[in-house]
């Protein structure tokens, strides 16, 4: 399946209207099926669905279920109207439901497969593209006659334009982390070497559904007879949500991943022919499967228990754990703990100082050997959502790490590269237009729409706020103090990053005091202007 041929899909739903857009994964082959044409069309839909892997952004489910109804016409004509009030009924199922959907086609979800949560228009912010959301119509009303070409030409542009930024993530993913060999290595084990000689299609199909980590929980739960052992939820260390930031005596104690492995393919789960098997799995996939976390979360809090009673005993404080990882505060000779995890526990910990130690209620700021690590709220990559504005996790670093003045640092990174100050906005709420010196005008029609993704930026000629309106305060992640001030009006970016040339609309103003009132208001002592 590695050297299959690909196609890209999306699904756009409205009461009285679909359409299906496939592209050739990077080819210039775009197909488009929709109520309009289906019937006339369908045949072509067949055979790409049929003969080709058909990769889709969090298909599995409900547009994996659509390709299904659209199937089941393969060879009968299909009346619009019942066409559409089935695919609607699909749509109006719980998630639950229909992520129990059987599939029957090649399906790759590349969100399921590499457990993304970002989305596609996170990632289009990420690389700097044109987040372009739909505000020409309701998908949960009729597209009306008076203006329907008109509309359907722009849902159907609006899903190609899915289907390329899926296409790029598929690639993006791929170059970093091709896991068809996994997969197809997964597929062997399980099928006892058939998947390779001959297996029919149907019974490839059954198995393709499911990502690495489902396909290792068959091969345990069926091939090996392991039942799910039982997660033990207790944390060992109760840490509370404080801000600070620390630049000494601060260490990083990790549980190594050599021992977890040990540990986990020793334990009496396993019989002595199951580890002929268990060789042929990478150590990461094994590490991280859902299916087995229980054993390895037993085996790390074994240790992290240990640990407890010893830093009880020392008087060392845990400022923070993180994964597999331990961060402490140990103000006295550290010979003593380092002497102890040589002689004993050299193959299970290893320590690291940390230069510098920031923690903001769960998320972590930290350098080690001159590299910069963030956790939560504070990582950020081309996968992974933007949940802190990443232009603020920079001065944060620069402020508390390299003691530069906010001001000074917000000026200078501007300089450098002034795309770092887009801001990605998840709306949940309404947000309100505002007149010319920041007011909101909360009666007005032109407001950026609920659950919609923008680009932003704060803008000395902004039209919008971000406001919630039942408790009258600014929602933090856009701007604190008074909502009717001159500070924190937004504007919305319309094209790429690369097609925007205002700069000079930029309101640095805004970002300092932003700035400013985030470190006074989450690190207090700790601020100095």
């Not at 197909?31 to 058909?54: G, P, T």
């Not at 596609?120 to 949960?140: H, P, S, T, W």
């Not at 849902?155 to 993530?169: G, I, P, Q, S």
């Not at 003593?336 to 940390?354: A, G, Q, R, V």
């Amino acid at each position: 399946m590695k050297k299959a041929r690909k196609y890209v899909f999306d699904i756009e739903v409205f009461p009285n209207y679909f359409c299906v857009v496939t592209k050739q994964l990077n080819g210039k082959d775009v197909f488009v099926i929709d109520s309009d044409n289906f019937n006339q069309q369908k045949k072509r839909l067949y055979d790409i669905v049929s003969k080709n892997v058909m990769i889709s952004y969090a298909g599995h489910g409900f547009d994996d279920l659509i390709i299904n109804e659209l199937l089941r016409y393969k060879n009968r004509v299909a009346k619009r109207y019942i066409l559409n009030k089935n695919i609607n009924e699909i749509q109006n199922l719980y998630k639950e439901k229909y992520k129990n959907g059987k599939c029957e086609f090649y399906s790759y979800d590349v969100a399921d497969e590499y457990d993304l949560k970002l989305g596609v228009k996170g990632f289009e912010f990420n690389l700097g593209d044109n987040i372009e959301e739909q505000d020409f119509a309701n998908f949960n009303k009729n597209i009306k006659k008076e203006n329907y070409d008109e509309i359907v030409e722009k849902v159907v542009d609006y899903c190609l334009k899915d289907v390329l930024a899926t296409e790029k993530m598929y690639n993006y993913v791929i170059d970093n982390k091709n896991n068809w060999e996994e997969k197809e290595n997964l597929l062997n084990i399980i099928t006892k070497g058939n998947y390779k000689n001959g297996m029919k299609l149907k019974t490839k199909i059954k198995y393709l559904y499911y990502n690495n980590d489902k396909l290792l929980s068959l091969i345990l739960k069926n091939n090996l007879n392991i039942e799910q052992p039982r997660m033990i939820p207790k944390k060992v260390f109760k840490i509370g949500e404080e801000s600070y930031f620390l630049n000494d005596n601060v260490y990083k104690l990790s549980i190594k991943n050599d021992f977890l492995y040990k540990s986990l393919v020793e334990n009496k789960i396993f019989k002595k022919n199951d580890l002929n098997i268990l060789k042929k799995i990478s150590k990461n996939l094994l590490l991280q499967s859902s299916y087995l976390r229980g054993i390895i979360k037993k085996y790390e809090r074994i240790i992290l228990k240990k640990l407890k009673k010893y830093f009880r005993k020392e008087n060392i404080k845990v400022l923070e754990v993180f994964e597999n990882e331990v961060f402490l505060l140990i103000d006295k000779n550290l010979e003593e703990l380092k002497n102890k995890m040589e002689n004993k526990y050299s193959d299970i910990l290893e320590i690291n100082y940390i230069n510098n130690f920031l923690k903001d209620k769960k998320s972590l700021l930290y350098e080690i050997d001159k590299k910069i690590i963030g956790t939560n709220e504070f990582d950020y990559g081309d996968l992974i959502i933007p949940k802190q504005h990443i232009w603020m996790i920079k001065v944060l670093k620069n402020y508390f790490f390299d003691k530069e003045n906010v001001e000074t640092e917000i000026k200078e990174l501007f300089l450098k590269n002034p795309d770092v100050f887009f801001l990605y906005a998840s709306v949940y709420e309404s947000v309100y237009a505002c007149n010319s010196k920041g007011k909101v005008i909360y009666e007005d029609n032109d407001r950026l729409r609920k659950n919609r993704k923008y680009r932003l930026y704060f803008s000395k000629t902004g039209n919008y706020k971000v406001v919630i309106q039942e408790k009258n305060k600014y929602y933090k992640k856009f701007g604190f103090g008074d909502i009717n001030s001159n500070l924190y009006k937004v504007k919305k970016v319309e094209t790429s990053v690369n097609e925007f040339k205002n700069y000079e609309d930029i309101d640095l103003c805004s970002y300092i005091d932003y700035a400013k009132s985030y470190i006074d208001g989450n690190f207090g002592e700790n601020s100095n202007f």
